[in-house]
């Protein structure tokens, strides 16, 4: 069965790096545009940004545009979030997701396939 398994999150300051990691198993990652999505204490699900299977183009939310990049090997199934520049407003639940629909655009669920159980980041001094 498909299984997405997010890890790096943590508390970090403001102004603080954090790289998060996604490793994914039971299906064919290099078949899949993959994203990351996160939710803020309170809110909905708040699309990030994406990454085509070949890993050579990608797209991102205006809200982590220039903070954050996306990047995936696929020789190893593994999925990254580079975040950088951390703000308080990006503390929330990360998950990884497979993109179905709608690349590039914000979160619908029905644009999503599996999801995994997420990784917190919390930024605070």
């Known amino acids: 069965q498909v299984q997405l398994v997010e890890s790096g999150g943590g508390l970090v300051q403001p102004g603080g790096s954090l790289r998060l990691s996604c490793a994914a198993s039971?299906?064919?990652?290099?078949?899949?545009?993959m994203s990351w999505v996160r939710q803020a204490p309170g809110k909905g699900l708040e699309w990030v940004g994406d990454?085509?299977?070949?890993?050579?183009?990608?797209y991102y939310a205006d809200s982590v545009k220039g903070r954050f990049t996306i990047a995936r090997d696929n020789t190893k199934n593994t999925l990254y979030l580079q975040m950088n520049s951390l703000q308080p407003e990006d503390t929330a639940l990360y998950y990884c997701?497979?993109?179905?629909?709608?690349?590039?655009?914000?979160?619908?669920?029905?644009?999503?396939?599996?999801r995994g159980q997420g990784t917190q980041v919390t930024v605070s001094s």
């Open positions: 039971g299906f064919t990652f290099t078949d899949y545009t």
């Open positions: 990454i085509v299977t070949h890993g050579r183009r990608t």
């Open positions: 997701a497979q993109r179905i629909y709608r690349l590039g655009a914000s979160y619908q669920s029905a644009d999503f396939g599996s």
